[in-house]
């Protein structure tokens, strides 16, 4: 089955850049999804088809993707960006859905 | 605005069973596909099932395959997942997400419901 890879966590003063990584084999011929998960709160879209943005997501969010890897980046980040970041792709191959484990991001 | 109320999670035995309910609105229900997505206690997203727009298409995770079936109501706006022979490790808040497509396949999860929490324990 199609396997993803995140790092656990990521620190990130306020102000400066996060950069989350979704891994898995030829992910960029892939649509990716990136999903916002805060606390006691139910996932929200970040990112969708590798590097849109639905309404009401800050510009600082984008995406973007390159052979194996796909990347979260939320730039200028703030306080309240400190949440869980999930990556979730279709694998074509055997019909299921994929989320990788998710990274923590901590604003310091 | 799209909405997705699920309902039917609570406390229940080892091995009982339990359907869980996804009431949706805001959308055209019966042109998108559902899924229900589970997260364990201070785990990850896990996906489980997900339907076609009219019922006819399904896919399981293989972890669950064969205990659970996710099945829909159109005429009631309404995704249900029936959920056999629990386990302690079923566990988790349940969650239901709309598709961003009607078909079961290629359709990533969009909107998604606050989540019914299932605790297996006797």
């Known amino acids: 089955s199609y396997v993803l890879t995140q790092p656990s966590s990521v620190s990130v003063a306020p102000g400066q850049t996060a950069t989350v990584t979704c891994v898995g084999i030829?992910?960029?011929?892939?649509?990716v999804r990136w999903f916002q998960q805060k606390p006691g709160q139910a996932p929200v879209v970040v990112i969708y088809s590798d590097n849109d943005r639905p309404s009401g997501i800050p510009e600082r969010f984008s995406g973007s993707d390159s052979g194996d890897t796909a990347t979260l980046t939320i730039s200028r980040v703030e306080a309240g960006d400190e949440a869980d970041y999930y990556c979730q792709v279709w694998d074509s191959y055997s019909d299921h859905y994929v989320f990788g484990p998710g990274t923590k991001v901590t604003v310091l | 605005q799209v909405q997705l109320v699920e309902s039917g999670g609570g406390v229940v035995e080892p091995g009982r069973s339990l359907r869980l309910s996804c009431t949706a609105s805001g959308f055209t229900f019966e042109t998108y596909a559902m899924h229900w997505v589970r997260q364990a206690p201070g785990k990850g997203l896990e996906w489980m099932a997900v339907i076609s727009y009219d019922g006819n298409y399904k896919y399981y995770a293989d972890s669950v395959k064969g205990r659970l079936t996710i099945s829909r109501d159109n005429s009631k706006n309404t995704l249900h997942l029936q959920m056999n022979s629990l386990r302690a490790d079923d566990t988790a808040t349940y969650y239901c997400?709309?598709?961003?497509?009607?078909?079961?396949?290629?359709?990533?999860?969009?909107?998604w419901g606050q989540g019914t929490l299932v605790t297996v324990s006797s």
């Open positions: 997400a709309k598709s961003e497509k009607k078909t079961a396949v290629a359709g990533l999860c969009e909107s």
């Open positions: 030829n992910i960029a011929s892939k649509s």
